[in-house]
Structure formats: C-alpha cells, structure tokens
Nanobody, 123 residues
Framework: QVQLVESGGGLVQAGDSLRLSCAAS????????MGWFRQAPGKEREFVAG???????YYADSVKGRFTISRDNAKNTVYLQMNSLKPGDTAVYYC?????????????????WGQGTQVTVSS
C-alpha cells in the first residue's frame, strides 16, 4: 500500500515562499508521474504541477514561473517550491501518484493521494 505524506504548509504573507514536501512509502515512486493538486473552499480540485517518470515538468498557467516541482527518487520524495505567493494560492495542497509515468492534469488519473496540507496566503 502506497502512502503519501505532505508537509510544509502554513500561513504566510503575499510575496513569501513555501516549500511543500511529499514523502512516499510502500513502493518507489521513480516509475510513476507525481503531481501536486490544490483545492480551495467551494472549488474543484485543480492541477498545479506534475513531473513525469522521465523528468518532464508541467505547470498550470496560474503558477508557471512561480512554482517549481522536483523529485528526489533516492529519498522517494517530491517537492513543490512556491515563490511569490498570492492570496489566490490559498488552498489545501495534495500530492498524488499517477497511474503511469505520464503526467495528466485530471485527478481520476492519480490513484494514491496524501492527506493534504493547508497553505494560507494573507494579503
């Protein structure tokens, strides 16, 4: 059974930075795409960033140039570096493992999820 545990969320001011971590256990993540999604109150879960098994990176337009996803296969961990945070980035952020090595931007194509970590950006 795969377990994903996110950490690193918190309350910050606009313009600040945070780094989220997602530690995986149960099996190696190296052969799977990994993604970060977020969900704000009253909104659907949306794709933020993803990294394929062969190291290709994908971002939502809303975070391009501000967020960076990375993976450390040796540590079985995925990161999301978030810079220049805005109040609109406030949400619960989830890490997810894809069903294959290809990044998709839709939640149904990810079969393991973490419990989420809250990110709140004040203006």
């Amino acid at each position: 059974q795969v377990q994903l545990v996110e950490s690193g969320g918190g309350l910050v001011q606009a313009g600040d930075s945070l780094r989220l971590s997602c530690a995986a256990s149960g099996r190696t993540i190296s052969t799977y795409a990994m993604g970060w999604f977020r969900q704000a109150p009253g909104k659907e879960r949306e794709f933020v960033a993803g990294v394929s098994s062969d190291g290709r990176f994908y971002y939502a337009d809303s975070v391009k140039g501000r967020f960076t996803i990375s993976r450390d296969n040796a540590k079985n961990t995925v990161y999301l570096q978030m810079n220049s945070l805005k109040p609109g980035d406030t949400a619960v952020y989830y890490c997810a493992e894809g069903i294959s090595g290809v990044v998709f931007n839709t939640p149904p194509l990810y079969d393991y999820w973490g419990q989420g970590t809250q990110v709140t950006v004040s203006s």
